[in-house]
């Protein structure tokens, strides 16, 4: 967050005050489920896509953030491969 400047961080900031008061995935705007990993997720914020490895246990829910990239980055092969090795 704090390489992030202007509006860009200002998006940020609402992702995650959004991602706090969602009931549930399903209730967190503009995130998507990545069809080929089992577990990892990814929420647009402008033209960045912050991805994220979602772990469930028995004490709740953790969710942490993994990449914010560009969205030309995003779905490249060295940031799908980091994403796979993060997949459980």
């Known amino acids: 967050m704090e390489k992030l400047s202007g509006k860009l961080r200002n998006q940020a900031v609402s992702v995650i005050n959004e991602v706090i008061d969602a009931p549930c995935l399903e209730g967190i705007p503009n995130c998507k ?12 914020i402008g033209d960045r896509r912050a991805f ?13 953030f993994e990449y914010l ?20």
């Open 33 to 44: 489920k990545i069809e080929s990993l089992n577990s990892v997720y990814r929420i647009r």
């Open 69 to 88: 990239v560009s969205r030309g980055e995003a779905y490249g092969k060295k940031n799908m491969e980091r994403l796979r090795n993060r997949d459980i």
């Open 52 to 64: 994220f490895v979602l772990h469930i246990n028995v004490e709740g829910d953790l969710v942490q």
